[in-house]
């Protein structure tokens, strides 16, 4: 069941940041996170980089990373500011 999981959101994950990539070439940070998770995919084949601490919290910083730039782009955190602003007043 993990192991579903995990390949569900590795592909989940590579699927939705191509689809970004395509629609803003220019936004290099997709690019980037996906080359870096592709290398740790690679590195995996040979070591178990996910079991070390330092690794597995890299893993899901990059997961994160991806999640806060794609709300950014849509303007998610945009809206999500603008809202904080509008009750301060």
Same mark, same amino acid.
């Given at each position: +069941? !993990?192991?579903?999981?995990? *390949?569900? #959101?590795? !592909? &989940?994950?590579?699927?939705?940041?191509?689809?970004?990539?395509?629609?803003? &070439?220019?936004? #290099?940070?997709?690019?980037?996170?996906?080359?870096?998770?592709?290398?740790?995919?690679?590195h995996g084949?040979?070591? *178990?980089?996910?079991? &070390?601490?330092?690794?597995?919290? #890299?893993?899901?910083?990059?997961?994160?990373?991806?999640?806060?730039? &794609?709300?950014? @782009? @849509?303007? !998610? +955190?945009?809206? #999500?500011?603008? !809202?904080?602003?509008?009750?301060?007043?």
């Open positions: +069941m !993990g192991l579903l999981f995990f *390949v569900y #959101l590795l !592909g &989940k994950f590579f699927w939705l940041n191509f689809k970004a990539y395509l629609k803003n &070439k220019n936004n #290099l940070l997709n690019l980037t996170l996906a080359l870096v998770i592709i290398q740790l995919i690679i084949l040979v070591d *178990v980089p996910y079991f &070390k601490n330092d690794l597995s919290v #890299l893993f899901w910083l990059i997961i994160g990373l991806y999640t806060i730039n &794609k709300n950014i @782009n @849509n303007g !998610g +955190m945009a809206e #999500l500011v603008e !809202g904080a602003a509008l009750e301060k007043r």
